[in-house]
C-alpha cells in the first residue's frame, strides 16, 4: 500500500509540473490590474521598472507583453516588435492559450503601427481562434475590429462587411458602446460603396451610430461618422446636409490645421452647394500629403470647378492629375492585395495548424506518461484489493458454511421434535379413543393432546421459516422488488409438500376445507400462503397474480364460504379443527 502511495503522489507531482502556472512578479501583476482603467499608470510603473527585477524567463515575457499593450493603450504608436516577441515565443512555447492570444494581438497592434498590414492581419487571424476559445469576448471583438479595418482599407468590402458584423454581434452582447459604434458605422461606410440602392440602409447605420456616440459624448467618432454623413448626403445631392457635417466633422477635430481628409469632405460639400469659392481653398488645402486617394478625389472636384467656371484648359490638366494619383493608388493596392494580404490568410492558418499541433503533441506527451502511472497505480490497487477481497470471500465462505451447517443441524433437529410430536400426538390420541380411559382421565389426556398439538404447530412454523422452501419464497420476493422479474420458481412438488405441512399443522382442516368448498390450486395456495402469515402484497410475487386478481380471489372464496369479508382464513380453519 505504501508503493502504492509513493506512485500516486508522483503522478500528481507529475501533472502540477504539467499544468501552466507563474509566479509572476508583483509589481508587473499590479500594472496588470491597472491596464483597463488607468493605463497611463500601468504604462508608469512599468518604465520605472530595472531588468534585474526580471529574474525568470515568465517575468521578461509577461514584462514584454504588458509594456507592449500599455503603450498600445496610451496611443504611443510603436514602431519595432523586438519586445513583443519575447511575449510570443514564450507563450507559443509553453501553450498557454489566454496568454498566447493576447500576445498575437498585440504583435498585430504593433504591424498596423508600422503600417506593414499584411502581417498584422496574419497575427490577428492567428489570434481570433485563441482568443475565442480562451473565451476573451471584448479581445475578440477588437481582433474583428482591426481585421474589418485593414480589409475596408484595402477594399475587401464583403469581407470587411462579414467582420463587422461579427463584431456588432459581440459588442452587443458585451453592451460596449464605442465598438457598437464603431461596427455600425464602418458597416454603413462600407454600404456607401455599393451604389444608390443601398443609401437608405446607408443614412439608417450612420444616423444610428451618431446617435449613440452623441449620447455618450465621444467627439472622435462622431466626427469619423459626420464625415461619412456628409460624404452621403453630398452622393444623394443634399447638399445643405452634406455641408452641416462637414462642418460638424471639422469642429470635432482635435488638430483642424492637418485635417487633411476633413478639408476634402468640406471642400466637396460646398461644392454641392454651388459655393465654389469655398469649395476650392478647402479642396487645395486637402492637396497636402502623400494620400493618393485623397489627391486624385480633391483634383477631379478642382476639375469639376474649373470646367463650370469655363477654364477649360485647367480643367484637363487637373483630371489628368486625378487620373496619375489614380493609376498609382491602383498599382499599390493591388501589389499589397495579390502579394500579401491574402498570402498573410493562409500564413496565419499554417500557423495556427502549427500550433495546434504542437500543443497537442505535448498533451499526448504528459498525457500518455501521467495515464501510465495511473494505469500502474490503479493495476496495483485493484490486485490489492482483489487479494483483500479474496481472502474476505474464503472467510464468508467458510462461515456461510457453517452457519448454513449450523442451521441444517438446526432444521433436522426441528424435524426430529416435530416427528416426535407427532408420535406423542397419536399415542395420546389412541388413548383417548381407549375404552378403558375415565372422564376425568380423558380431560386430562385431552388438555395434554391439546398442548401437545400448539407446542407441535409452533414447531411446524419455526421449522417452515428455517426451510429452503421459505429461503427461496423469501428470494423471489426480493428478486422482483428489485428488478420485477425472478428466475426462481417454486415446483409442483415443493407446493405439495407446503400445502401437506400446513395440513398436518393445521389438523387436516385444510383438506377438509379443500374438499368442502371444492378449492382450486390457486385458491389452496392463497389459503395456505395466508396462514403463514405472508403479507398480501407479497403473494402476487409468489402465485403470479395481480393484487387486485387475489383480493377478487380472496373475497369470492370467503362468500362461497358464507363468511364475512374481514373475516382470516386461520379463524375459518379454527372452527373446522
Not at 470646367?307 to 494619383?325: K, T, V, W
Not at 378403558?436 to 385431552?446: D, F, G, M, T, W
Not at 392463497?526 to 386478481?549: D, G, I, N, Q
Request: net charge neutral; glycine share 2%.
Amino acid at each position: 500500500m505504501k508503493n502504492t502511495v509513493i506512485i500516486i503522489l508522483f503522478a500528481m507531482s507529475l501533472l502540477s509540473s504539467c499544468t501552466i502556472r507563474q509566479d509572476y512578479n508583483q509589481q508587473l501583476l499590479k500594472a496588470d490590474s491597472l491596464m483597463q482603467l488607468r493605463p497611463d499608470s500601468a504604462l508608469n510603473i512599468l518604465k520605472s521598472m530595472s531588468s534585474e527585477k526580471l529574474s525568470t524567463r515568465a517575468d521578461n515575457a509577461y514584462y514584454a507583453l504588458l509594456l507592449t499593450q500599455a503603450q498600445d493603450k496610451n496611443f504611443v504608436v510603436q514602431k519595432d516588435d523586438s519586445l513583443i516577441q519575447i511575449a510570443v515565443h514564450y507563450y507559443d512555447s509553453i501553450g498557454d492559450t489566454k496568454m498566447q492570444a493576447k500576445a498575437h494581438y498585440y504583435w498585430g497592434c504593433v504591424y498596423r503601427d508600422m503600417n506593414q498590414q499584411a502581417e498584422a492581419i496574419r497575427e490577428f487571424f492567428i489570434a481570433a481562434p485563441l482568443t475565442e476559445k480562451s473565451k476573451e469576448k471584448r479581445q475578440l471583438g477588437l481582433i474583428y475590429n482591426n481585421i474589418g479595418c485593414i480589409y475596408n482599407i484595402q477594399e475587401f468590402n464583403e469581407k470587411a462587411d462579414s467582420i463587422y458584423q461579427l463584431v456588432e454581434v459581440i459588442a452587443e452582447e458585451l453592451k460596449d458602446t464605442i465598438l457598437w459604434v464603431e461596427a455600425l458605422s464602418k458597416q454603413g461606410s462600407i454600404a456607401l460603396a455599393e451604389g444608390n440602392n443601398y443609401f437608405p440602409i446607408v443614412e439608417q447605420k450612420l444616423s444610428d451610430a451618431f446617435r449613440i456616440a452623441d449620447k455618450v459624448g465621444h467627439n472622435g467618432l462622431k466626427a469619423d461618422i459626420s464625415a461619412s454623413l456628409s460624404h452621403l448626403y453630398s452622393r444623394m445631392n443634399l447638399g445643405e446636409k452634406a455641408l452641416y457635417y462637414a462642418k460638424l466633422n471639422l469642429s470635432l477635430r482635435r488638430d483642424a490645421t492637418r485635417a487633411y481628409r476633413t478639408f476634402l469632405i468640406l471642400g466637396d460639400a460646398y461644392y454641392k452647394c454651388g459655393q465654389y469659392d469655398s469649395a476650392t481653398f478647402y479642396l487645395n488645402k486637402s492637396l497636402i500629403g502623400k494620400d493618393y486617394g485623397r489627391k486624385a478625389d480633391a483634383y477631379m472636384r478642382l476639375a469639376d470647378i474649373a470646367m463650370i467656371q469655363g477654364d477649360n484648359a485647367l480643367s484637363i490638366e487637373l483630371e489628368r492629375s486625378s487620373s496619375a494619383y489614380k493609376d498609382s493608388l491602383y498599382q499599390l493596392r493591388r501589389r499589397v492585395v495579390t502579394n500579401k494580404i491574402i498570402k498573410a490568410e493562409t500564413d496565419a492558418q499554417t500557423m495556427l495548424q502549427k500550433l495546434y499541433y504542437k500543443g497537442r503533441l505535448n498533451t499526448y506527451l504528459y498525457g500518455f506518461m501521467l495515464i501510465t502511472i495511473i494505469i500502474i497505480a490503479i493495476a496495483l490497487i485493484i490486485y490489492k484489493q482483489y487479494q483483500r477481497k479474496n481472502d474476505s470471500l474464503q472467510k464468508d465462505k467458510l462461515q456461510l458454511e457453517k452457519v448454513n451447517q449450523t442451521l441444517n443441524l438446526y432444521y433436522t433437529n426441528l424435524q426430529t421434535d416435530i416427528n416426535q410430536k407427532d408420535l406423542e400426538i397419536v399415542n395420546l390420541r389412541e388413548e383417548l379413543a381407549s375404552h378403558q380411559v375415565n372422564e376425568k382421565q380423558r380431560k386430562k389426556l385431552q388438555a395434554e393432546l391439546d398442548e401437545m398439538v400448539l407446542k407441535r404447530k409452533a414447531l411446524a412454523k419455526e421449522a417452515f421459516l428455517h426451510s429452503p422452501l421459505y429461503e427461496k419464497m423469501q428470494a423471489i420476493i426480493k428478486d422482483y422488488q428489485d428488478q420485477d422479474t425472478s428466475d426462481k420458481e417454486i415446483s409442483d412438488q415443493e407446493w405439495q409438500e407446503f400445502v401437506a405441512e400446513m395440513d398436518v399443522e393445521w389438523n387436516n382442516a385444510i383438506t377438509e376445507l379443500c374438499a368442502k368448498y371444492q378449492l382450486s390450486k390457486e385458491e389452496l395456495h392463497l389459503v395456505c400462503l395466508s396462514l403463514v402469515e405472508f403479507p398480501f402484497s407479497h403473494l402476487e410475487y409468489l402465485l403470479h397474480l395481480s393484487r387486485a386478481t387475489l383480493y377478487r380471489k380472496r373475497n369470492a372464496l370467503l362468500k362461497r364460504i358464507d363468511t364475512k369479508q374481514d373475516c382470516e382464513f386461520e379463524e375459518i380453519l379454527q372452527k373446522i379443527r
